[in-house]
């Protein structure tokens, strides 16, 4: 029997997701909180800031956890940390690690902080939602909203018809769990949720990066991944709605030098070699990642020299 990965495996595909589509993330998941928030301020992501209290705090093994800096409605100019851990696997001190989290970012960076927990595991009785001590009349209590992605598996309709993006993370984890033991119904699945981004009126762009997420997640074996190839060529052919060509499709997984002047090449024609010499001297397989999103959806192959040159300026 072919058994395919585990959900604790997805944390690359998950924090794309967030950076990508974090007010969407909120929208989806907590839309009291989307409602507050002052979007036209902007928001950071504060991925430095936040390794460095997880180097004083490792608790625990997350599935990935983002740190972002918002700021209210209300006109207030004290800026909000939101804090969003999402947890592949029950742990029994998850809970406090959330209000370690908690006190550690408040008493460093001194603003009000909000942590936010999206359980991906698969024990739908496992629901840490607070912690607390009391002693000597000295007492602590700490709660935190918590999502259990096990709940929308009986939102499946939603799920499909939702125009937020993550709607489709959603539907994509919950179906890597439930077919990890059976690559058939995962090969229908995974064509079934990369027909629907073509349905919901997704630009280009999203329907790349959300598709993604899907073929992360939802990896299959060689020669069902060969039949899901013809059949969504078929269907892109169909639709005149060539999107994601098999280059592309090879490409997002192997995530290679390879692969980024592979993109180029199909996109734009024959790669100068000063471009090829550049991006075969880079070691960092973030920014290699970075630079085949660029090479899919960039405009032209000028912008991604430009857009090269500059990255490894700062490498």
């Not at 690559?183 to 999203?206: A, F, I, M, N, S």
């Amino acid at each position: 029997m072919t058994i395919l990965p585990e959900a604790s495996d997805y944390d690359s595909p998950w924090k794309e997701a967030l950076e990508r589509y974090f007010p969407q993330f909120l929208e989806f998941f907590f839309p009291q909180i989307h409602a507050e928030i002052d979007w036209s301020r902007g928001w950071t992501f504060l991925d430095k800031e936040l390794q460095q209290v997880v180097r004083d705090a490792e608790l625990g093994r997350r599935l990935v956890d983002k740190l972002v800096k918002v700021w209210k409605l209300d006109g207030t100019e004290t800026a909000i940390l939101i804090h969003i851990e999402v947890q592949g696997q029950r742990e029994s001190d998850f809970a406090e690690r959330m209000f370690v989290y908690h006190y550690r970012l408040r008493d460093r960076y001194n603003f009000p902080v909000v942590n936010l927990a999206v359980l991906a595991d698969e024990n739908a009785s496992w629901r840490p939602t607070q912690y607390g001590y009391a002693l000597w009349g000295c007492q602590t209590s700490f709660e935190f909203p918590i999502v259990k992605l096990l709940d929308y598996g009986s939102q499946f309709a939603m799920l499909e018809q939702s125009s937020n993006p993550f709607a489709v993370v959603v539907a994509a984890h919950l179906q890597a769990q439930a077919t990890r033991q059976n690559p058939e119904d995962r090969l229908k699945w995974k064509l079934r949720l990369v027909k629907g981004l073509y349905e919901r009126g997704y630009d280009r762009e999203d329907i790349l990066e959300l598709f993604r997420f899907i073929d992360w997640v939802m990896a299959l074996p060689a020669d069902l991944a060969n039949r899901f190839d013809d059949e969504l060529s078929t269907f892109e052919e169909e639709r005149q709605m060539p999107y994601v060509t098999s280059v592309e499709r090879h490409a997002i997984q192997r995530t290679t030098r390879a692969s980024i002047i592979e993109v180029l090449e199909v996109r734009f024609g024959a790669v100068p070699e000063t471009i090829q010499a550049q991006i075969n001297q880079i070691q960092d397989q973030e920014l290699l990642q970075t630079l085949f999103r660029s090479a899919v959806l960039i405009e032209s192959v000028e912008a991604f020299q430009r857009m090269l040159t500059e990255s490894s300026q700062q490498e």
